[in-house]
């Protein structure tokens, strides 16, 4: 993929997964093999591993909005700079990093 296909797909992740809660977009946007470098504790590989960090996510913060500032790339690596709205609503879910 180019480096305006990244940043588009990050744009879409962040836009459908995250402020749509359409978290069956990981599925596309995340190869079967893709390492999360930030996962939680026994969290599962793949894109299984990240909608069930993701639905854990959405369900701490319900009212979770993000908003793009910027985005750069260089070759397969982007970065976001973004500014996110919550407020946490307590919940079971343990998180372990």
């Known amino acids: 993929m180019s480096v305006e296909e990244n940043k588009a797909l990050i744009r879409r992740v962040f836009e459908e997964v ?4 359409n978290v069956a ?4 946007a995340f190869a079967p093999d893709s390492v999360d470098h ?3 504790e026994g969290q599962a590989p793949g894109p299984a591993g990240v909608k069930e960090a993701v ?5 701490m913060f319900p009212d979770l909005r993000v908003t793009i500032e910027s985005v750069i790339g260089e070759g397969d ?3 976001t700079r973004e500014t996110d709205r919550l407020r946490f609503r307590g919940c079971s879910l343990r998180l372990a990093r």
């Open 18 to 21: 995250l402020n749509q809660r």
């Open 38 to 40: 930030s996962a939680w």
């Open 55 to 59: 639905s854990g996510v959405l369900d």
């Open 77 to 79: 690596h982007v970065a």
């Open 25 to 28: 977009v990981i599925d596309e």
